[in-house]
């Protein structure tokens, strides 16, 4: 392989002049103009004005869209040197549709439709319950466990989410069993902070999202998925309308998919930081590999100025 490709998941909206910049191009215009109109915004300015980043039905097509605007430019710009036979595509969580996406599986306008649907799924399930996500800085995951299981033995409901690097795991549940767990870890000097979303994704409370989202996937033609690498978490599922349906009350696993994914693509350790290629609107999973994998330092592009003119190959 020569580039592994990174997406972010559902995180930051992307800055006031990331989108100044992306929308100074036909697509950008086009694209996003074609959401506001599925959203119910009367037009983009209105869209952006919104002002409700967390709300995860109004966030995850947003990022999705981008991610796919700034990866055509990136192919655009290598000289569609992005194909899928020479790339590995790795998303993390909501970044699985743009890798879907950049992988040629499925033509964007169903991909959209599929992200705008999961979002709306995931927004209604997290109305019903009162709930959140936290972020735990430690290395100490038996402590995180202990946590948890001391929160779930006082009847609350508290679930590991994200296994984001050897020093962040995200935790997700009620809101009342995440204000248990943050005294408990202050107890215990460890770090938390509250994570901005409006619900306990990727973990067992969010089963009638899933549930609500399965018939969207069961059309779901995955031709050409070799290319998209799957998230450990879900590897084990043959079906892709399981994996799909799956990876939204499953924990997302980067610690352990980090040293596969690294393997399967074959990139060798490279100081310019074009092997591995993270795109999205923040630099997340970019700072998860520099601590996991330090050798490799990732490339980052959040907006149309961070694309190189050229790429080197690993």
């Known amino acids: 392989m020569t580039h592994i490709i990174l997406f972010d998941g559902q995180g930051a909206m992307p800055s006031s002049s990331a989108l100044r910049s992306i929308l100074s191009n036909t697509a950008g215009i086009q694209r996003f103009q074609e959401l506001s109109e599925l ?46 036979t020479g790339d590995l595509y790795y998303g993390h969580s909501l970044g699985l549709y743009t890798a879907l996406y950049a992988a040629a599986v499925s033509p964007y306008e169903e991909l959209l439709h599929m992200v705008i649907s999961r979002g709306l799924c995931m927004q209604h399930c997290s109305e ?24 779930t033995r006082l009847g609350g409901h508290i679930y590991p989410a994200n296994y984001n690097s050897f020093g962040e795991t995200v935790i997700g549940g009620t809101t009342s069993a995440l204000a248990q767990a943050k005294e408990l870890f202050n107890m215990m000097n460890i770090r938390s902070v509250d994570v901005q979303v409006c619900g306990a994704f990727h973990t067992k409370l969010l089963k009638s999202a899933a549930a ?22 879900i590897k084990d599922i043959p079906s892709w309308t399981s994996r799909l349906t799956e990876q939204i009350v499953r924990p997302t696993d980067f610690v352990s998919t980090l040293p596969s994914l690294l393997t399967a693509g074959g990139v060798r350790p490279n100081p310019d930081g074009n092997s591995i290629i993270e795109i999205g609107p923040n630099t997340t ?30």
């Open 212 to 233: 609500a989202f399965n018939p969207e996937c069961k059309h779901f033609d995955s031709h050409a998925a070799e290319y998209v690498y799957v998230d450990q978490s």
């Open 39 to 84: 959203l119910g915004f009367s037009d983009i300015p209105s869209m952006f004005a919104y002002g409700h980043a967390t709300e995860t039905w109004y966030m995850q097509p947003i990022i999705f869209v981008y991610e796919s605007l700034l990866f055509d430019e990136l192919d655009r710009r290598s000289g569609h040197a992005m194909t899928p």
């Open 128 to 151: 019903a319950v009162d709930s959140g996500m936290m972020a735990v800085m430690t290395y100490d995951t038996e402590a995180i466990a202990y946590v948890c299981e001391i929160v």
């Open 285 to 314: 999973l970019c700072r998860y590999v520099n601590e996991m994998a330090p050798r490799h330092s990732p490339l980052a592009i959040t907006q149309l100025d961070d694309i190189p003119n050229t790429l080197l190959t690993s």
